[in-house]
């Protein structure tokens, strides 16, 4: 399992845990928005992004899932900003936005709206054991 983060405090504090109760992970210290941050093609089997956005990445995320692979995402819409934080535009994600930039994969569930007080939308897809760009 491979973690990643911005927050070098976090990432050290992670991978102690990790360490103290042996658990196979590796936390490392990444600025997903800085140009050059891109994923390995074909590598993940699962990705988890949980109250982040960077629309650039996308591409990046859904390229490292291997066919077969699950994407697991949720983060803050648009309507979050009402509510307190983010109130950022460029962190908060527009009505239908997600499904329609995971629309390379199939959409195993997908759910908007109020949830435990946050307005969030979240999906669930698969990328296609058959990639249909080859199709």
């Known amino acids: 399992t491979t973690a990643v983060d911005r927050g070098a405090d976090l990432i050290a504090a992670l991978n ?3 360490s103290r109760l042996h658990l196979p992970l590796q936390a ?9 941050c ?4 074909d ?19 859904l390229g490292a899932l291997r066919p077969g692979g699950v994407l697991v995402y949720e983060t803050f819409t648009r ?10 535009p460029e ?9 329609m930039r995971v629309q390379s994969l199939d959409v195993l569930a997908s759910r908007e709206g109020d ?21």
């Open 91 to 99: 962190f908060l994600l527009e009505p239908g936005e997600l499904v």
């Open 28 to 36: 490392d210290v990444v600025d997903l928005e800085s140009a050059s």
């Open 16 to 18: 102690a845990d990790a």
């Open 79 to 88: 309507a979050q900003a009402a509510r307190g934080h983010p109130r950022n």
């Open 43 to 61: 590598t993940y089997d699962v990705i988890v992004v949980v109250h982040y956005l960077h629309r650039p990445l996308f591409p990046s995320l």
């Open 115 to 135: 949830y435990e007080g946050r307005m969030v939308a979240s999906v669930i897809a698969r990328r296609r054991s058959i990639d249909s760009r080859l199709i």
């Open 38 to 41: 891109q994923f390995t093609a």
